[in-house]
């Protein structure tokens, strides 16, 4: 992959040892991402980045220009891989995970027929491909009998058959035999190679790496409904407190801020409840069977545990506030609405994905202990504590939860990032990263620094640098402790509520304890039905039919 450079006439292709070796990001099947070709495109900046956050540190120095999302299905891009494929010639590799349609790809951009290139298209004597025009130009008598041109059949010594590890290839056709295409895995189980051009190159179909171990924890009958072969239409699911989302009885979704109503949009092939939270963890654990259909082989319940907690960070009032924010309607700015929006999308791998939208007042984000601005010499803030809250880390656990959000609301352009490892029994930290002076003096107006949570100890690849740290011990320690401490550290200066707003919220307690009162007395008079329902029944049961 090339290098980053701010020279507009660097090389885009290195020769190594006299070879050439270009890789290409291909994102398969995007019509599963949105129905139209250009909310696609819309969404390749954001592709990229995530990929370049995957390549680790050294992904800040590799130039993407070579990302492609493609569909096969609908054509999208797909004329313009196959257009590289056939200037670039030599051999292409298709490599990729298992079912990500590999070759459904390798049909609609393998370069089939060209009679008018492929005809006109001959070995030279030096082993380069020329085009009649250079053939006229380097021979104006025309060519000698003896440099006639080179069959691809010939160019290939047997030696090199011999010992190459891959399958021998299939005769040149127009229209060669293509992969078999299927939604059952492993259906390629060796490479096929395919020629192209009169023998100016190959396309190489490789059988699918594995995704995981998700498959395996299926009942074979239904390995196939895992695959999603069509663009979901999801329904909206409502997750209310103590409530749970449950897939097909193998993934359950529990929202752990309290009092906060969930909407869930489940873009997955497969069956999606919302029940009580005790009564989902029964059925994924197989502690209780129900009428909701489950798809997990029996034994598996004892296996099932926590992948992980994710936030909902991403800021979606302005998609999502409808009319309020409409240029043709009210057209109010998101900064006067009294909420926020947030959402974010967790993957299942291999199935789909299920995204997730939260609304919340704005106060509980603006005020409140933890909102306070911080100075411009600080660049990052870094968390480091384990996932569960005992051994000490239930501080920085509640830090995280509680007084996090708040400084990244009044703080946009500082990075804060999580890393939750699984050992109990090592530090709990904050670190605060200081920028040097050259840095702040560079540009006064910050840029929008990304916020992440991870669980890898690295961190993302665009962080500026720093002068110095500081770091505070969060184990044992009281998450108001800590927030003092990082006030003090830092020189924060605390958000001060005006008085409409100490009344606004005072007046949100006192609806949030009425509500309380009045969830209480629901609860109670739900209980007593229930107990008269039960009575009766049990009255009609003793008389038995007149």
């Given at each position: 992959?090339?290098?980053?450079?701010?020279?507009?006439?660097?090389?885009?292709?290195?020769?190594?040892?006299?070879?050439?070796a270009?890789?290409?990001?291909?994102?398969?099947?995007?019509?599963?991402?949105?129905?139209q070709?250009?909310?696609v495109?819309?969404?390749?900046?954001?592709?990229?980045?995530?990929?370049?956050?995957?390549?680790?540190l050294?992904?800040?120095?590799?130039?993407?220009g070579?990302?492609?999302?493609?569909?096969?299905?609908?054509?999208?891009?797909?004329?313009?891989?196959?257009?590289?494929?056939?200037?670039?010639?030599?051999?292409?590799?298709?490599?990729?995970?298992?079912?990500?349609?590999?070759?459904?790809?390798?049909?609609?951009?393998?370069?089939?027929g060209?009679?008018?290139?492929?005809?006109?298209?001959?070995?030279?004597?030096?082993?380069?491909?020329?085009?009649?025009?250079?053939?006229?130009?380097?021979?104006?008598?025309?060519?000698p009998?003896a440099?006639?041109?080179?069959?691809?059949?010939h160019?290939?010594?047997?030696?090199?058959?011999?010992?190459?590890?891959?399958?021998?290839?299939?005769?040149?056709?127009?229209?060669?035999?293509?992969?078999?295409?299927?939604?059952?895995?492993?259906?390629?189980?060796?490479?096929?190679?395919?020629?192209?051009?009169?023998?100016?190159?190959?396309?190489?179909?490789l059988?699918?790496?594995?995704?995981?171990?998700?498959?395996?924890?299926?009942?074979?009958?239904?390995?196939?409904d895992?695959?999603?072969?069509?663009?979901?239409?999801?329904?909206?699911?409502?997750i209310?407190?103590?409530q749970?989302?449950?897939?097909?009885?193998?993934?359950?979704?529990?929202?752990?801020?309290?009092?906060v109503?969930?909407?869930?949009?489940?873009?997955?092939?497969?069956?999606?409840?919302?029940?009580?939270?005790?009564?989902?963890?029964?059925?994924?654990?197989?502690?209780?069977?129900?009428?909701?259909?489950?798809?997990?082989?029996?034994g598996?319940?004892?296996?099932?545990?926590?992948?992980?907690?994710?936030?909902?960070?991403?800021?979606?009032?302005?998609?999502?506030?409808?009319?309020?924010?409409?240029?043709?309607?009210?057209?109010?700015?998101?900064?006067?609405?009294?909420?926020?929006?947030?959402s974010?999308?967790i993957?299942?791998?291999?199935?789909?994905?299920?995204?997730?939208v939260?609304?919340?007042?704005?106060?509980?984000?603006?005020?409140?202990?933890?909102?306070?601005?911080?100075?411009?010499d600080?660049?990052?803030?870094?968390?480091?504590?384990?996932?569960?809250?005992?051994?000490g880390?239930?501080?920085?656990?509640?830090?995280w939860?509680?007084y996090?959000?708040?400084?990244?609301?009044?703080?946009?352009?500082?990075?804060?990032?999580?890393?939750?490892?699984?050992?109990?029994?090592?530090?709990?930290?904050?670190?605060?990263?200081?920028?040097?002076?050259?840095?702040?003096?560079?540009?006064?107006?910050?840029?929008?620094?990304?916020?992440?949570?991870?669980?890898?100890?690295?961190?993302?690849?665009d962080?500026?640098?720093?002068?110095?740290?500081?770091?505070?011990?969060?184990k044992?320690?009281?998450?108001?402790?800590?927030?003092?401490?990082?006030?003090?550290?830092?020189?924060?200066t605390?958000v001060?509520?005006?008085?409409e707003?100490?009344?606004?919220?005072?007046?949100?307690?006192?609806?949030?304890?009425?509500?309380?009162?009045?969830r209480?007395?629901?609860?109670?008079?739900?209980e007593?039905?229930?107990?008269?329902?039960?009575?009766?029944?049990?009255?009609?049961?003793?008389?038995?039919?007149?």
């Amino acid at each position: 992959m090339p290098q980053r450079s701010q020279n507009r006439r660097a090389k885009t292709r290195v020769f190594h040892q006299g070879r050439r070796a270009e890789i290409s990001f291909i994102i398969t099947r995007s019509d599963l991402l949105a129905p139209q070709k250009e909310q696609v495109d819309a969404l390749m900046p954001y592709l990229v980045q995530v990929l370049r956050d995957a390549l680790g540190l050294s992904g800040k120095d590799v130039r993407l220009g070579n990302v492609r999302c493609v569909s096969a299905k609908r054509g999208w891009w797909t004329r313009q891989v196959k257009e590289d494929i056939w200037d670039r010639g030599g051999g292409g590799w298709m490599v990729g995970k298992v079912n990500v349609g590999k070759s459904n790809l390798f049909e609609s951009v393998f370069p089939k027929g060209s009679p008018e290139r492929s005809q006109n298209l001959n070995l030279g004597h030096d082993g380069r491909w020329e085009t009649p025009a250079d053939r006229d130009a380097a021979y104006p008598q025309g060519r000698p009998k003896a440099e006639a041109p080179v069959h691809n059949k010939h160019h290939h010594s047997d030696n090199a058959v011999k010992c190459s590890l891959l399958p021998p290839s299939q005769p040149l056709q127009r229209f060669p035999t293509m992969p078999t295409i299927s939604h059952f895995p492993g259906t390629t189980a060796s490479p096929i190679r395919v020629p192209f051009g009169n023998g100016k190159g190959e396309l190489i179909d490789l059988p699918g790496l594995s995704r995981g171990s998700l498959q395996d924890h299926v009942v074979e009958q239904h390995r196939s409904d895992l695959i999603m072969r069509h663009r979901i239409k999801p329904e909206q699911l409502v997750i209310k407190p103590s409530q749970s989302l449950l897939i097909s009885g193998l993934i359950r979704i529990t929202p752990r801020t309290p009092n906060v109503t969930v909407l869930a949009y489940p873009f997955v092939p497969l069956a999606s409840h919302v029940t009580a939270t005790e009564k989902a963890i029964a059925i994924s654990t197989q502690t209780q069977t129900s009428g909701i259909p489950t798809i997990a082989k029996p034994g598996v319940g004892v296996k099932m545990a926590m992948a992980g907690s994710f936030q909902l960070r991403w800021d979606v009032t302005k998609q999502r506030a409808g009319p309020l924010t409409s240029p043709a309607a009210a057209g109010l700015s998101t900064k006067v609405l009294p909420f926020v929006i947030f959402s974010t999308d967790i993957l299942i791998e291999g199935c789909g994905w299920v995204e997730l939208v939260a609304q919340v007042r704005k106060r509980a984000v603006r005020l409140g202990d933890g909102a306070a601005a911080l100075p411009k010499d600080v660049k990052r803030i870094h968390l480091d504590f384990a996932i569960k809250g005992n051994d000490g880390h239930l501080g920085a656990r509640k830090v995280w939860r509680n007084y996090l959000p708040r400084l990244k609301y009044h703080n946009p352009a500082i990075s804060m990032t999580v890393n939750r490892t699984p050992n109990q029994t090592g530090p709990a930290t904050l670190t605060v990263f200081y920028a040097s002076p050259s840095t702040n003096a560079a540009g006064n107006a910050p840029s929008a620094a990304p916020s992440s949570s991870t669980t890898q100890s690295t961190p993302t690849s665009d962080h500026a640098p720093f002068e110095r740290t500081e770091t505070i011990d969060m184990k044992h320690r009281h998450e108001s402790k800590i927030l003092s401490e990082l006030m003090d550290l830092t020189k924060a200066t605390p958000v001060i509520a005006t008085p409409e707003e100490e009344a606004e919220l005072r007046k949100l307690a006192e609806e949030e304890r009425q509500s309380g009162l009045d969830r209480a007395r629901n609860a109670a008079y739900t209980e007593r039905k229930r107990q008269e329902k039960a009575l009766l029944d049990q009255a009609r049961g003793a008389v038995g039919p007149v």
